[in-house]
């Protein structure tokens, strides 16, 4: 917004610095609106005043929100809405208390990786994030969304063929069993007919 109001003053001629005022009065609303002077005679009057008085939370108060983040119900797309505007946060305010862009670049990528591994639901997930270069936050998010799913499945095709082969080796064994019964049943009865032969015979 700031940036806006230098070039429309580069614009606009001094004898209309009055209407100009008075036009970017007219866009600011709410905590903005409010920061103004009751009088503001200059353009600089109102500049000064949003920068004192309109200022994002602090390095350390963003970084705390991202390390409280959590997916919860398994809603990964609401995790990475959140972890990508707290990461972005984080980026402006460092570079506002002074880091080079490239630094709070380097420090948003390093506190979503942290915040990413603690949501972590394995210890291969978390190795992964930790062991991969990213180049933006928003990668991060993608590669435990990705990766975690992906384990996920795997596990539920573990499971299933496990069942499978279970209920394989469980109907193997009752179908010999049911084999043995009728075997030893068959022997029972021709060795009572014997007896009864023998019996009649004596």
């Known amino acids: 917004f700031l940036d806006k109001i230098d070039l429309i003053e580069d614009l606009t001629d001094t ?32 500049k000064t005043a949003l920068k ?11 970084a705390g929100k991202i390390a409280a983040l959590q997916v919860r119900n398994i809603n990964y797309a609401d995790f990475a809405k959140q972890t990508e505007e707290l990461a972005d946060a984080l980026e402006r305010s460092l570079i506002i208390e002074g880091m080079t862009k490239t630094k709070a670049h380097e420090m948003a990528i390093e506190q979503t990786v942290s915040v990413c591994r603690l949501n972590a639901r394995s210890d291969l997930v978390k190795s992964i994030l930790a062991s991969t270069a990213f180049a933006d936050p928003k990668d991060v998010v ?28 469980s109907n193997r064994n009752n179908f010999n069993r049911f084999q043995n019964r009728n075997f030893y049943r068959g022997n029972s009865y021709s ?12």
């Open 15 to 46: 004898n209309l610095t009055v209407t100009l005022i008075s036009f970017i009065k007219s866009k600011l609303e709410g905590k903005a609106r409010e920061a103004l002077p009751d009088k503001v005679n200059t353009i600089d009057e109102i």
């Open 52 to 62: 004192i008085k309109i200022k994002p939370d602090n390095s350390k108060v963003v």
């Open 142 to 169: 993608a590669k435990l969304v990705v990766v975690q799913t992906n384990e996920s499945k795997e596990k539920q095709v573990l499971a299933f063929q496990s069942r499978n082969n279970s209920n394989i080796f």
């Open 191 to 202: 060795r009572g007919n014997g007896y009864s032969r023998g019996f009649i015979h004596n």
